[in-house]
């Protein structure tokens, strides 16, 4: 019989792990020290409502920063892992002390206070009645230029940016990367041309990209990965249409669509006959589980959803280019819109009796390709908006109105009472956004 002592592999594991107890190798490792360090905030010499916090950790770690007037009530997206770090608190309010705070893993930095600056242009004051506000608003204020600002939920003007360019700005919306806004100059005394743009702008106010692209119309989308998608004119046959470009990060165009691929000017015909263009598109929403637009045509008063990849129409609604069936009331000269559930509300211009605007609200079915008008809503006095104005619902079943010539946005309770108003007298309103937070991308709501 072989005697020979074979190797026991458990055995030797065993032994293995008593030789490292007995040897000390199972210390405790010591968690790494993300204890903010050297924390400072720099104020924005170019927007001094716009602060920059900078702190470092001994050990690589995540953080960001706590922060309001008074009370900790905003915070701002984590840092890169790093020892090196850097956030900023945007749309503050001027001439304010905002208490601000770092939490970097565990670890918190002493409560301290920073003191914002005045805006580097002046702004108008706006009126505000009524509370219950709580998003910020993105849009651009008209008068003989125009200047695209936040607005904050208690109605002060946060932030802002003047462009003398001679194109009208219709739409301003937070960059998705966080970095500021992006707006697009567009139509020069309501026409086409050649010198609009796209314009980015950081939240220091400096004009990062310009992007020339020629003959852009109203509104514009910006794409998860930053691709533009912005309506523009387009001509054929000598009649003059619309389609959407997309405008890549680095500046290369491509038409996506064409209303000519769906739509006939002699089988849809415009509806305004006192215009040169067929389609005059003048709003335009992505959707981004969709992947899918909605284009608002004002002179076929109709709305569009478009496929992104495919260019397909899947339905039209309203005016001569819908089939859509619909009941219960209709919209003329329709400007802005927001499809959620399965409702939609548009901003009707022309569609009431007299010089009076409205929005109206649709239950709407996609699939059987029906509308019923539910809703109705104006402010009182009645006012009329000949161009622009939009429509949003709030996720607690608010309205918010943009009254676009009347410089008037009103937030309306679910059964059309009026719970906040900001005014802004002698100003035309363009396209707004709202936002829980402008630091933050994806706030959008």
């Known amino acids: ?261 769906c739509l006939d000017p002699a089988t849809h015909p415009s509806r305004d006959p006192t215009r040169d263009d067929w389609t005059h598109t003048n709003a335009l929403d992505y959707l981004p589980e969709e992947d899918a637009f909605i284009v608002g045509m004002r002179n076929l008063n109709t709305l569009v959803y478009v496929e992104r990849a495919t260019g397909a129409c899947r339905w039209g609604l309203g005016g001569s280019g819908g089939d859509v069936a619909v009941s219960g009331g209709s919209f003329i000269h329709q400007h802005q819109f927001h499809r959620f559930d399965d409702r939609l509300l548009v901003f009707d211009n022309d569609g009431a009796v007299g010089s009076v605007s409205r929005v109206l609200e649709f239950s709407f079915d996609e699939a059987a390709k029906t509308a019923t008008v539910i809703g109705e809503f104006r402010t009182d006095p009645p006012v009329y908006s000949f161009i622009l104005g939009d429509a949003y619902r709030h996720p607690n079943g608010d309205t918010q109105i943009t009254w676009a010539t009347a410089g008037l946005i009103d937030r309306l309770r679910p059964d059309g009472t009026r719970r906040w108003r900001a005014e802004l007298p002698g100003y035309v309103l363009s396209f707004s956004e709202t936002y829980v937070d402008p630091g933050r991308p994806g706030s959008l709501e």
Not at 111 to 131: F, H, N, Q, R, W
């Open 1 to 261: 019989m072989d005697t020979t002592m074979r190797t026991d592999p458990l055995r030797i594991l065993l032994g293995g792990l008593l030789l490292a107890a007995c040897s000390g190798d199972d210390a405790p490792v010591a968690p790494p020290d993300t204890t903010p360090l050297d924390v400072e905030a720099v104020v924005s010499p170019t927007m001094p409502t716009v602060v920059t916090v900078r702190w470092r950790t001994a050990d690589p770690s995540v953080g960001y920063v706590t922060f309001g007037e008074g009370a900790l009530d905003r915070y701002t997206l984590e840092t890169p892992e790093g020892t090196e770090h850097e956030a900023k608190l945007v749309a503050l309010a001027p001439l304010t002390d905002i208490s601000y705070q770092v939490v970097s893993g565990e670890e918190l930095s002493d409560e301290a206070i920073v003191t914002t600056g005045d805006l580097p242009v002046p702004a108008p004051e706006i009126v505000v009645s009524g509370e219950g506000q709580d998003r910020f608003t993105v849009l651009t204020l008209l008068d003989d230029y125009a200047h695209p600002v936040v607005i904050d939920p208690q109605g002060r003007i946060v932030w802002v940016h003047d462009d003398t360019r001679p194109g009208q700005v219709f739409r301003a919306r937070l960059s998705v990367d966080g970095s500021g806004l992006v707006y697009s100059s567009t139509l020069e005394a309501g026409l086409p041309s050649d010198d609009s743009v796209l314009v980015r702008v950081s939240w220091e106010g400096e004009e990062t990209q310009v992007l020339n692209v020629p003959k852009l119309s109203h509104d514009f989308a910006e794409l998860p990965d930053g691709t533009l998608v912005t309506l523009a004119s387009d001509w054929r046959g000598g009649v003059e249409g619309n389609k959407l470009v997309a405008v890549s990060p680095d500046g290369t165009t491509s038409d996506l669509w064409s209303a000519f691929d």
